[in-house]
């Protein structure tokens, strides 16, 4: 049972628009939700989190917005750029025991067009 | 500031053969550690991971073990490689109370 999901496999968006990535999840218990950008034959790299006890956290062209009633979240860049095109991971934690549990969606790859 | 390295970055082995991947962590210390699959196509898949020297968990059963030997080191390895171990394999860290994971370069290997 996947617990965290990434409806969109893939996703193209015009250079200079918004793209906004999605990202649902079941376990309530979830506390910390992170994105992370992965180019090909490359580790991924972390871009940017949120805590549950906020709604919002901005970095730059990056925003994430959570909606904890709805149990989605949302990675926002504006504006697109074509280094922005590779595979987004959204990511949620929780605390299982004395440690702390990470749970990945299965990534939407997104193409920013010139 | 806290760098991850691995090797080797790129791994063709017959099936059978043995395999290490190695991952070392500088900059921190008592780190917890992490060793992750992608397989072509698929998410992150996490196969173990470590709080501490000789402390290994593994997520899912399979041919792979891990062991840590050192607190800042974290090897993968099988004593017969099958097909189905081909993919791209991520060790990551993370401080021990942290919620961020910081992922090495990768490595690829391709089981013939």
Redesign the interface.
């Given at each position: 049972d996947q617990q965290v999901k990434q409806n969109s496999p893939s996703l193209s968006v015009q250079e200079g628009r918004i793209s906004i990535l999605n990202c649902d999840y079941t376990n309530s218990m979830f506390d910390y939700f992170l994105w992370y950008k992965k180019y090909p034959a490359e580790g991924p790299t972390f871009l940017i989190s949120i805590s549950s006890i906020k709604d919002k956290n901005e970095d730059g062209r990056f925003t994430v917005f959570l909606n904890k009633s709805a149990k989605h979240l949302s990675l926002h860049i504006v504006p697109s750029q074509p280094g922005d095109s590779a595979v987004y991971f959204c990511a949620a934690s929780a605390l299982a025991g004395n440690n702390r549990k990470l749970i990945w969606g299965l990534g939407t790859s997104l193409a920013v067009n010139p | 500031s806290q760098t991850i390295h691995q090797w080797p970055a790129t791994l063709v082995q017959p099936v059978g053969s043995p395999l290490s991947l190695e991952c070392t962590v500088e900059g921190t210390s008592n780190p917890?550690l992490y060793w992750y699959r992608q397989a072509a196509g698929?998410?992150?898949q996490?196969l173990f991971?470590s709080?501490g020297i000789g402390q290994i968990s593994s997520e899912v059963p399979q041919n792979l073990s891990a062991s840590r030997p050192q607190d800042r080191q974290f090897i993968l390895s099988s004593k017969k490689l099958l097909l189905s171990d081909s993919g791209?394999y991520?060790c990551?860290w993370?401080l021990n109370s942290?919620?961020?994971?910081?992922?090495?370069?990768?490595s690829?290997l391709t089981v013939v």
């Open positions: - | 917890n698929r998410g992150l996490l991971y709080v791209f991520l990551a993370s942290g919620n961020t994971i910081y992922f090495g370069e990768g690829w």
